[in-house]
C-alpha cells in the first residue's frame, strides 16, 4: 500500500467518529430451561428430604463429591458410590460482598463461603447464617447446615451454615 | 515444527468509554496491523476473531464484523476465549500449510454492558447460582484469601502488585487512562473501594474498551514481510476442573501444565534465567503471584519476594498488564503484542534491555481456569 492511501484510511478513523450515539438497549431470552440428570442424583435428593447428606465418590480414585457431580473429570468415569455425610463442615475460604438495595441504598455485607463438607473431597458454594457476624467469619471456621423448614429434595434445603462452637485451640489462636 | 511469525500488530488505545463504536475499533486494529506491515486485504488468507455473543449483545457475534475485520468473503472463524487463544487457532491454519497469512483480532467493548453482572452467568445454573451470588470478583476473592491463609501473604503484597503495575502502565501510552498512576501508594490501594473482601477496586483489572490484532505468516513469508519477525517457539495450554469447589484455589494446576508444556517445546529448561521478560493476564492483583509461581518463576508462595520491576530480576508486565486496562477477549492478545514488543524494541518507555526470549500468558474463565502461555524469540 502506499503512503497516500495509508495516511487515508487512517485519517478516516480518527476525523470521523467524534461523536457516538448510545442506542439503550436490552438482550435477554424470558426464560431458558437448564436440564439436567435426576436419575443419576436421585439418591441425593431422596435423602436430603430425610435431611441426611450423601457425597458420591468416584470408585476409581476415591474422591467424594460434595454436591454429587455427573462425571469424575481426573478418572474420566460416572462416579457412582454413595457415601454418608456428616452435617458438619469447614470454611474452605470465603469473601465478603457488599450487596446494595436499590431502593434504600443500604450496603448489606454477606459473607459467601466455600464449605468443605466433613468427608468429602470438594468444596461447596454456600451462605453463612445471618446471625453471624461478618467478621467473625475465618478460614477453617467449623460450620453445620441449616436445613429448611421443609425439604423438597432440592439443593434449596440447605438454607444456609450456622456457625458451631470451635473446640481446636489452634485455630482459636487464628481467629484473633 | 515449522517457525511461525508475528508480522505485524495494532492496538487501539484502551479507553473506559469510546466515543466510538464497535466496527470502527475493529477497523482501526485490523487496518492498523495491515498498514503496519505495508500489505493489502488481498494479502489477508485467513480471519480468526475473538469475541464474545453475550459482551457483544448479539448472536453470532463475528458475523457482523465480517467488513470491520477484513474478512470479507474470506475464510474467517471465531474463538469465544480469550484472544490469546485465538492466536492459537491462526497459528494452527498457519501450520496447516494452507494459508499464508493470519489476521487475528480480538476484544470488545465493556463500557456497552455490565461486565461483572454478565459474569454471573459463568457459574453453574444447578448447583452454584442458587446457592449464593458469585461472580469473578467474588471467585477472586475466594481465591485471594485461599492464596494468602495458605502461604501467609499480606494483603499488603497484593496491593505492591497493584503499584508497580498501575505505575508501569502511565508509562504505556496505549493504557487504560483512569488505570495509569506513577504515584500509587499501597495504602490507597487498600483504601479504595471494597469489592469483595480482601478484593478492593484498584486490584481489579478494569474492564474497558479495547481492540487488538496481529498477522501471523508461516517462516518464508514472515522473513519477506519484515526484517524484524517475532517467532513463536512455544505454546502450552492447560484447562482446569470448572466447579470452584472442585480445585485448590491456591495455586494454578493449569498454569504450571501449560507451562511445562510450553517450556518443553521451547527448549527451556532454566526460566527465571532464559526469559527475560514476561507478561502475564492477571484480571487480579493475586493472579500475578499465583501465575509467577505456576510458571515456574518462584517457589509457591513466595511470589511477592521477586523483584518483578522493569530494572528487576526478572520484569513481570512492564507494559501495565491486564491492571493497565483489560477490554474482554482483548488482554490476552495484547499481552503477546507487548512481549513482541519488547522483542522488536518498540516498548517506548518501558522497554526492557536486551529481550531475547518473552513469554507472554492469556487466560479465561474464573480463577484463571484456562490459562495459555506463549515464548516469543526474536531473530532472522
Known amino acids: ?176 | 515444527m515449522q517457525k511461525v511469525g508475528i508480522v505485524g500488530f495494532y492496538q487501539v488505545k484502551l479507553l473506559s468509554d469510546a466515543n466510538y463504536g464497535r466496527y470502527e475499533m475493529i477497523f482501526e486494529a485490523v487496518r492498523g496491523a495491515l498498514d503496519k506491515a505495508g500489505l493489502k486485504k488481498k494479502d489477508i488468507t485467513t480471519v480468526i476473531s475473538c469475541t464474545n455473543d453475550y459482551y457483544d449483545g448479539r448472536t453470532i457475534s463475528n458475523a457482523f464484523a465480517v467488513e470491520a475485520g477484513g474478512a470479507y468473503l474470506a475464510d474467517e472463524s471465531k474463538v469465544e476465549m480469550d484472544g490469546a487463544h485465538a492466536l492459537l487457532y491462526g497459528m494452527m491454519r498457519i501450520l496447516s500449510g494452507n494459508h499464508k497469512l493470519a489476521v487475528i483480532w480480538a476484544g470488545s467493548m465493556a463500557s456497552c454492558f455490565p461486565y461483572h453482572s454478565a459474569r454471573l452467568f459463568e457459574t453453574d445454573p444447578i448447583w452454584e447460582r442458587p446457592s449464593a451470588y458469585v461472580n469473578d470478583i467474588t471467585a477472586a476473592g475466594f481465591q485471594m484469601r485461599a492464596y494468602m491463609e495458605k502461604y501467609g501473604v499480606s494483603v499488603e503484597e497484593m496491593a505492591k502488585v497493584v503499584v508497580k503495575n498501575r505505575r508501569n502502565a502511565s508509562k504505556n501510552l496505549l493504557a487504560l487512562e483512569e488505570a495509569q498512576n506513577p504515584n500509587l501508594t499501597v495504602k490507597d490501594v487498600l483504601d479504595s473501594e471494597i469489592y469483595a473482601d480482601p478484593v478492593t477496586e484498584l486490584m481489579v483489572a478494569q474492564p474497558c474498551d479495547g481492540i487488538a490484532a496481529i498477522l501471523l505468516a508461516p517462516e518464508k513469508q514472515a522473513l519477506k514481510i519484515t526484517d524484524k519477525p517475532v517467532w513463536i517457539t512455544g505454546v502450552g495450554y492447560n484447562q482446569d476442573a470448572y466447579y470452584l469447589g472442585d480445585k485448590d484455589l491456591s495455586e494454578s494446576k493449569s498454569m504450571r501444565l501449560a507451562a511445562k508444556m510450553a517450556y518443553e517445546a521451547a527448549g527451556i529448561t532454566d526460566p527465571i534465567k532464559e526469559i527475560n521478560v514476561a507478561e502475564i493476564f492477571e484480571a487480579y492483583a493475586h493472579e500475578e503471584l499465583i501465575l509467577k509461581e505456576a510458571l515456574g518463576f518462584a517457589e509457591k508462595g513466595k511470589g511477592a519476594f521477586l523483584n518483578s520491576e522493569i530494572d528487576g530480576e526478572l520484569p513481570i508486565n512492564p507494559s501495565g498488564g491486564a491492571l493497565g486496562g483489560n477490554p474482554p477477549c482483548g488482554t490476552g492478545l495484547i499481552r503477546i503484542i507487548e512481549a513482541t514488543k519488547q522483542i522488536t524494541g518498540e516498548a517506548n518507555g518501558y522497554q526492557v534491555e536486551g529481550v531475547k526470549k518473552a513469554l507472554a500468558t492469556g487466560q479465561i474463565g474464573m480463577c484463571a481456569q484456562n490459562n495459555i502461555v506463549y515464548i516469543l524469540e526474536g531473530g532472522n
Open chain 1, 1 to 176: 500500500m502506499s503512503k497516500r492511501t495509508q495516511r487515508k484510511s487512517m485519517g478516516y478513523i480518527k476525523k470521523d467518529y467524534i461523536r457516538t450515539r448510545t442506542m439503550p438497549g436490552s438482550w435477554y431470552l424470558s426464560s431458558y430451561r437448564f436440564k439436567f440428570n435426576i436419575t443419576h442424583f436421585k439418591p441425593f435428593q431422596d435423602k436430603l428430604k430425610e435431611r441426611k447428606l450423601v457425597g458420591l465418590q468416584c470408585s476409581s480414585c476415591n474422591r467424594v463429591f460434595f454436591p454429587p457431580r455427573l462425571i469424575c473429570g481426573k478418572c474420566f468415569v460416572k462416579p457412582d458410590r454413595w457415601v454418608d455425610l456428616r452435617e458438619t463442615g469447614r470454611v474452605a475460604t470465603f469473601t465478603i460482598t457488599y450487596l446494595k438495595d436499590l431502593e434504600t441504598g443500604e450496603v448489606s455485607e454477606r459473607p459467601v463461603v466455600l464449605v468443605q463438607q466433613d468427608g468429602s473431597d470438594t468444596t461447596y458454594t454456600a451462605q453463612l447464617s445471618p446471625d453471624v457476624d461478618y467478621k467473625d467469619t475465618y478460614i477453617g471456621m467449623p460450620v453445620k447446615v441449616h436445613w429448611a423448614e421443609e425439604p423438597t429434595g432440592g439443593l434449596m434445603d440447605i438454607q444456609f451454615y450456622d456457625l458451631v462452637e470451635d473446640n481446636s485451640k489452634d485455630l482459636e489462636l487464628r481467629k484473633d
